[in-house]
C-alpha cells in the first residue's frame, strides 16, 4: 500500500487564504484544495482507511456531519460542501448496474430519461407537484454548519442554481430541442418556474454568514459544444446565474461555478455578463486548466482540472508529475486550487485520488 507524507504534515485550515486565492489575491502561501463534492463510497473507503472514524460517537445524531468535518481537514480543505435538502424534484430516470469496483460500488447508477420528463406539456406542467421553496427543512443541513463548523473552515454552498440541468431534465432533452420550436412558451413557463423557486430560496441562504462561498453546479453542454445555441443559453440559464452571482456579489461572496461541458460560445458572457469568479469542471478532451490559466483564466479563477480519466488510468509517478506540474503552471499569481476535473467519483481508484491531494499538501514544503 502506497505511503502519503503529505497527511503527516501539520495542516491548518485557512478559509480566508481560500477566498483570497480564489479572488486572485497574489500566489497563495501554500496550495489549496477544492472539490464539489465525493462521492460517498470514495470518502467512506479513505474513512475506513485512515480510522476518521475513532473518537467519533455513532450513537450522535449528527455522527455523519461531525465525521464529514474531519474527513475534510483530514485531506487537507479550508472549507465544507453543504448545500440545500429535501427539495424534492421529481424526474424521469433510469437504473444501470454501477461498474464500479465491487469494494465502492453502489448497487445501482442513475441516469435522466434524455428522451422524455415528466413535463412535456401543459397537461403535464399544470399537474407537476413542484417542491415548495418555503419548506421549513431546506436550509437545515446549512443551519447546523452554520453553528457547529469550526472557526477556521467555512461553508462552501453547492446544491443551488440548477437552472439549465433541472429545465432539461423536466422535459428531456431531446423534448426540450423540440419544443423550443413547437411549444416555446411552455419551455419559458418552466424556465420561469425555476427561477421563482430559486429567487424564494436564497434569501434564506444569504443570511447565513458561515456561507463565504456560493458554488452553484449546472452541467451546460457536451464534449464539443453547449446544448442549446448562445443565444438560448443566455436566455434561459445564464438570467438565473446572472441573478445568483448579482446575490453573491451584494453579499461579499465569490461565486464559483461547475459546469461540465465546452462552454467555449458563452464563457465570455459567463466572466463578463454573469460575473463568476472561478470555473469548475475541465475535462483534458475539452481543454486543459493549464493552457485556460494564460487565456481566460487571467480574468477568473480556475479550479481544479486534474482529469478525471487520467486519475483512473494513470499510475502514481504519473499522477504525482502532473500535479507538480500544473501546481508550477497555475498557481502563480493565484486563482488555482488543485482537485479533479469534476468530482472524485466512486470509479477513481482510491490510491490514484489520494495521491493527487498527497502531491498537494507537499508541494512547496
Keep these: 500500500m502506497p505511503t502519503f507524507e503529505g497527511f503527516t504534515k501539520p495542516f491548518q485550515p485557512n478559509w480566508e487564504g481560500l477566498v483570497d486565492n480564489i479572488l486572485r489575491k497574489g500566489t497563495p502561501d501554500r496550495c489549496y484544495h477544492i472539490e464539489l463534492f465525493h462521492d460517498g463510497e470514495l470518502r467512506n473507503a479513505i474513512i475506513d482507511r485512515f480510522d476518521l472514524a475513532d473518537g467519533l460517537d455513532k450513537n450522535d445524531p449528527d455522527f455523519h456531519r461531525w465525521l464529514l468535518i474531519k474527513f475534510l481537514r483530514f485531506l487537507g480543505f479550508d472549507y465544507v460542501y453543504c448545500g440545500t435538502v429535501g ?51 431546506l436550509t437545515s443541513e446549512l443551519e447546523w454548519y452554520q453553528e457547529n463548523l469550526p472557526d477556521d473552515m467555512c461553508i462552501a454552498c453547492h446544491e443551488i442554481g440548477h437552472y439549465c440541468e433541472y429545465l432539461t431534465w423536466l422535459m428531456g432533452y431531446e423534448t426540450l430541442c423540440l419544443s423550443l420550436f413547437d411549444q416555446r412558451d411552455l419551455v419559458e413557463a418552466i424556465r420561469d418556474r425555476i427561477l421563482e423557486y430559486y429567487r424564494v430560496i436564497y434569501p434564506r441562504i444569504v443570511e447565513l454568514d458561515r456561507i463565504k462561498i456560493f458554488f452553484p453546479s449546472d452541467d451546460m453542454g457536451f464534449r464539443n459544444g453547449t446544448f442549446l445555441g448562445p443565444e438560448d443559453m443566455k436566455h434561459f440559464f445564464l438570467t438565473g446565474h446572472k441573478e445568483l452571482a448579482a446575490i453573491a456579489h451584494d453579499t461579499g461572496r465569490p461565486l464559483i461555478l461547475h459546469a461540465c461541458g465546452n462552454l467555449a460560445c458563452i464563457i465570455d458572457d459567463l466572466i463578463d455578463d454573469v ?14 486548466v493549464c493552457d485556460v490559466k494564460h487565456t481566460y483564466g487571467r480574468r477568473i479563477a480556475m479550479l481544479g482540472g486534474i482529469d478525471v480519466d487520467f486519475l483512473c488510468r494513470r499510475d502514481e509517478q504519473a499522477i504525482r508529475a502532473r500535479v507538480r506540474n500544473t501546481l508550477d503552471k497555475c498557481l502563480p499569481g493565484g486563482g488555482y ?29
Design 337 to 365: 486550487c488543485l482537485g479533479t476535473g469534476n468530482t472524485p467519483a466512486n470509479y477513481i481508484p482510491v490510491d490514484n485520488y489520494l495521491a493527487m491531494v498527497d502531491e498537494g499538501r507537499l508541494y512547496g514544503s
Design 275 to 288: 460575473k463568476i469568479d472561478g470555473k469548475h469542471s475541465f475535462e483534458d478532451t475539452i481543454e486543459d
Design 87 to 137: 427539495q424534492n424534484w421529481t424526474f424521469s430516470a433510469t437504473a444501470i448496474a454501477d461498474t464500479a469496483p465491487a469494494e465502492v460500488s453502489r448497487g445501482d447508477r442513475y441516469f435522466i430519461d434524455e428522451s422524455r420528463g415528466p413535463i412535456t406539456t401543459w397537461e403535464e406542467f399544470d399537474k407537476y407537484p413542484w417542491p415548495d421553496p418555503n419548506a421549513g427543512d
